[in-house]
Nanobody
Framework: VQLVESGGGLVQPGGSLKLSCAASGFAFSRYGMRWYRQAPGKGRELVATISSIPELTYYADSVKGRFTISRDNAKNTVDLQMANLKPEDTAIYYC?????????WGQGAQVTVSS
């Protein structure tokens, strides 16, 4: 299993950014996918999830209405579209899948929201 995040960077407050996670090594379309984040000095926080079929979504209260999770089963990717970003969204964002009893993580993508 391999998860590779991309799309992080520096953005001003109120700006937008899209993260992508490319997955391989498992039957992607059959598994729910998750995005987590970890801010400096804090624990890892669940941000959003998307199930397989049907594609049900869940969002943490802190990002509801601002972030959108989506998946493309043809490309084996899961995206996190982030809008109206706030300084408190600054964190390393991780893609995650729970597969055959194990939790797999990507290397993370740094998102910094600052003026």
């Amino acid at each position: 299993v391999q998860l590779v995040e991309s799309g992080g960077g520096l953005v001003q407050p109120g700006g937008s950014l899209k993260l992508s996670c490319a997955a391989s090594g498992f039957a992607f379309s059959r598994y729910g996918m998750r995005w987590y984040r970890q801010a400096p000095g804090k624990g890892r926080e669940l941000v959003a999830t998307i199930s397989s079929i049907p594609e049900l979504t869940y969002y943490a209260d802190s990002v509801k209405g601002r972030f959108t999770i989506s998946r493309d089963n043809a490309k084996n990717t899961v995206d996190l579209q982030m809008a109206n970003l706030k300084p408190e969204d600054t964190a390393i964002y991780y893609c995650n899948v729970f597969y055959t009893g194990q939790s797999y993580w990507g290397q993370g993508a740094q998102v910094t929201v600052s003026s």
